[in-house]
């Protein structure tokens, strides 16, 4: 079977985890480090804190900015949830605003619009759908205007480059960016995650939060009657200082963090190779047509997405995927939109309100795209995404 995604984990990745297993730290290590070091000087930022998965990043991110009741995050319909629930999850609002339809990022315009009607909008998080960096410049712009941070949702922007041509991560149109190590994302650490910064204070708060909210470095300690005796700190003291979590990486998934690091260019341009022939196959098409046709020399190229008029002259999705299943490929849609879910329209959500998210979900299907997959296999999905269409 076929999959839209699959991870690529070789000998050496599987070296680098006995290794760790065998000779060294299985938590609290030097690994974690420097896998955080590794992505860190890959992307240009100043910091990563690794953690359990991208979700647990977005939730650092979103505590370590103070959100909390009464503030309101923005951020794309169509997004994996995580993107959303991260306000949720500390007491403050999600909201979204509406795509372009030929990136199927943010629209600027649109996200300032829909900010006018929401109360204390104190995050936007742009999504860097399939790797294809957002309009950051402008984004910032809005966010600026509105005394809002950004947080990037990068899952799927490892390796890309914004259009100035500094890579995603680096922060330099936020102040913190998100990376997800689930095996589908751009490397993998089986699950796993990353906030990147340039910011110490910040960097300082995801460091307590990932672990209990306890001390971390040379954290100020709050209470020194309990935390010295005869001018020095005790042993075994620390000191929880606000409410944290723990999200801790293991160390054996930092070793395969930093090996599959190694190979991040190698996966990258293969993928790029692949879409390139992709594009080839499907032009002309009227039918078929990739989602995002530009940027292909920026997008750090996770998923490849199709829109299909489905239904008019050619199968439902739904009659599609089936055939596409008995052919062996695994096709999947990206995304049901986050506000069609029943938890997002229990508190008032409606899909319908973004119109061209809306209208790509229609379309919307994503189909085998990965390292692995070769030329001929490549050849055999384009000639079964004809055969099948009608
Ligand atoms: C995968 C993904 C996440 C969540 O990452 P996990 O590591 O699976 O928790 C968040 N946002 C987007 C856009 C994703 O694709």
């Known amino acids: 079977m076929m999959w839209y995604g699959r991870h690529h984990v070789d000998e050496d990745d599987i070296q680098a985890v006995l290794d760790q297993l065998r000779h060294r730290s299985l938590t609290q290590g030097p690994a974690v480090g420097e896998f955080e070091r590794a992505v860190a000087s890959y992307v240009g930022a100043r910091y990563g804190v690794a953690v359990t998965s991208g979700t647990a990043a977005l939730h650092l991110a979103c505590a370590a900015a103070g959100l909390g009741p009464g503030d309101t995050l923005v951020t794309s319909p169509t997004t994996f949830v ?5 306000a949720a999850y500390v007491g403050a609002t999600p909201e979204f605003a509406d795509i372009d339809p030929a990136t199927l990022n943010l629209d600027p315009a649109e996200l300032e619009r829909r900010c006018a009607g929401f109360q204390r909008v104190r995050a936007i998080v742009p999504v860097h759908f399939a790797g294809l960096p957002c309009a950051m410049p402008e984004i910032r712009a ?9 947080v990037e949702d990068a899952s799927h922007g490892l390796g890309g480059r914004y259009q100035d041509g500094s890579r995603i ?21 089986a699950e796993g995650g990353m906030i990147m910064t340039n910011d110490e ?6 460091l307590r939060l990932r672990s209990h909210g306890i001390n971390k470095m040379d954290d100020a300690l709050l209470d020194p009657e309990h935390a010295y005796t005869d001018g020095l700190v005790n042993p075994w003291y620390y000191e929880m200082q606000e409410l944290g979590f723990n999200y801790r990486i293991t ?14 260019d190698r996966f990258l341009a293969r993928r790029r190779a692949l879409a390139a022939r992709y594009d080839e196959a499907f032009r002309g098409s009227d039918f078929i047509r990739p989602a995002q046709a530009g940027g292909r020399e920026l997008s750090g190229h996770h998923l490849y997405t199709l829109r299909i008029p489905f239904g008019r002259g050619c199968v439902t999705r739904a009659a599609y995927m ?20 029943p938890y997002y329209r229990r508190r008032g959500h409606r899909a319908e309100d973004y119109p061209n998210s809306w209208q790509y979900y229609q379309e919307a299907l994503s189909i085998p795209f990965f390292y692995d997959l070769t030329d001929g296999e490549q050849d055999g999905v384009v000639r079964t995404l004809f055969d099948k269409l009608h």
Do not use: W
């Open 82 to 86: 995580a993107s959303a629930n991260c």
């Open 142 to 150: 809005v966010a600026n205007r509105l005394g809002a941070i950004v």
């Open 169 to 189: 991560g680096s922060c330099a149109h936020s102040e913190m960016t998100v990376f997800s190590f689930h095996p589908v994302k751009p490397i993998t650490t």
């Open 201 to 206: 204070a910040l960097y300082r708060d995801l």
């Open 251 to 264: 160390e054996i998934q930092a070793a395969l963090g930093s090996s599959q690091m190694r190979k991040l």
């Open 322 to 341: 089936r055939r596409l299943f008995e052919a062996g490929i695994t096709a999947q849609v990206h995304y049901v939109p986050v506000p069609l879910h």
